[in-house]
């Protein structure tokens, strides 16, 4: 209706500054994410089978983990990429002290590294007149995993933390948010692959914090279905939260991680709970819609792999199928579309080509 296409414009044009120069005056446009940063890094040679995943390369002194880094955001630039995250997912503070024992400080050192590697690929690759054709300047976001994302356990597909209390996780969360506050260069904070209701909220408390009132944060969730986080907790109640709770923070929100075979039922579950009716109201900007789904393959936690799923559909590069799903995910409302686990820098280039 009308109604409803007046509403998704006025959406588009109070989203928050960082997103609004990839739309125009008639609200049309999408931001394309990168994709799965570890798989890259296993096609050019890299290995990320150990606690840390694609953090360790961040480790000091490690040049030819750097370099990697650096060749996959160039190989997610090259493609389309609007938007490439940090290497950051997995690290923390106990994960580098475990790992490496490095003191806070190193380990603060690690985080501003990571943002460095990024901005360094952006400002090669800006700096070719040729990539600045029709391309906004593309942004730094800043990755940070969910509790499960330090386990090393695959419990990102579960939400099966162990005993930790509300606290514990306030304090986790927190610690390594206001350590990218303390870094430089980056434009935004994505949180992302959330699969417990449970951290849904804690997390909501911790953008609420006061030393977070002016950062911008994006949220994404981890579904198994249109009705479940991966824990099995309510995704409709997790949506209630995070509206209920106002975050004048908060530029973005969606879901990660999900097989695409389930994605088009998840979106209309955010549409009806979420981003219905949805306006700036008491905050100075509306969240975007994100979506960013794996290939649909089921990780072994064991094997630390992904293994095809006789259920999953998996994407393969410049597929029909691809097409179809992007252009039904942005009719969905979504105007961030990208890939996590197992999605590569040519997926990222059909997607790009089939959007614009």
């Keep these: 209706t009308w109604d409803r296409l007046i509403g998704l414009l006025r959406a588009m044009s109070s989203y928050h500054p960082i997103f609004r120069p990839f739309f125009d005056e008639n609200g049309n446009g999408v931001v394309i994410l990168d994709g799965g940063l570890g798989t890259t890094i296993e096609a050019l040679g890299g290995n990320v089978k150990n606690n840390l995943w694609n953090a360790r390369l961040l480790a000091n002194g490690d040049e030819k983990g750097h370099q990697l880094l650096y060749n996959a955001h160039i190989a997610f630039l090259e493609n389309g990429t609007d938007v490439i995250e940090t290497a950051s997912y997995q690290a923390s503070f106990k994960g580098f002290a475990d790992e490496f024992g490095y003191t806070r400080e190193q380990t603060q050192v690690v985080f501003q590294r990571s943002i460095d590697i990024a901005v360094r690929a952006r400002g090669d690759f800006w700096s070719n007149e040729n990539n600045r054709k029709a391309?906004?300047?593309?942004l730094i976001a800043v990755s940070l995993g969910c509790y499960g994302s330090i386990l090393h356990n695959g419990s990102e597909y579960t939400g099966d933390y162990g005993s930790i209390t509300?606290?514990?996780?306030?304090?986790?969360?927190?610690?390594?948010i206001l350590a990218i506050v303390a870094c430089t260069s980056?434009?935004?904070i994505l949180v992302e692959t959330i699969p417990k209701g449970f951290e849904v909220s804690v997390l909501c408390n911790v953008f609420n914090n006061p030393k977070l009132s002016q950062v911008p944060i994006a949220l994404s969730l981890a579904c198994k279905n249109y009705l479940s986080l991966n824990d099995g907790s309510s995704?409709?109640?997790s949506l209630k939260t995070v509206r209920e709770s106002q975050l004048s923070n908060l530029i973005g929100l969606g879901l990660n991680c999900v097989d695409p075979n389930h994605v088009s039922d998840i979106l209309q579950t955010y549409q009806h709970h979420f981003f219905k009716d949805l306006s700036a109201g008491k905050t100075a900007h509306t969240p975007i819609f994100m979506c960013y789904p794996n290939s649909g393959e089921i990780y072994d936690p064991d094997l630390q792999t992904f293994i095809q799923s006789s259920g999953a559909g998996k994407l393969d590069n410049g597929s029909t199928a691809l097409r179809k799903c992007v252009k039904d995910w942005y009719r969905c409302g979504v105007r961030v579309i990208g890939g996590c686990c197992r999605i590569t820098p040519e997926h990222i280039g059909c997607l790009r080509q089939a959007l614009h």
């Design 186 to 188: 980056w434009d935004l």
């Design 235 to 237: 995704l409709p109640e």
């Design 166 to 176: 509300s606290e514990q996780l306030y304090e986790f969360h927190l610690e390594r």
């Design 135 to 138: 391309r906004q300047k593309p």
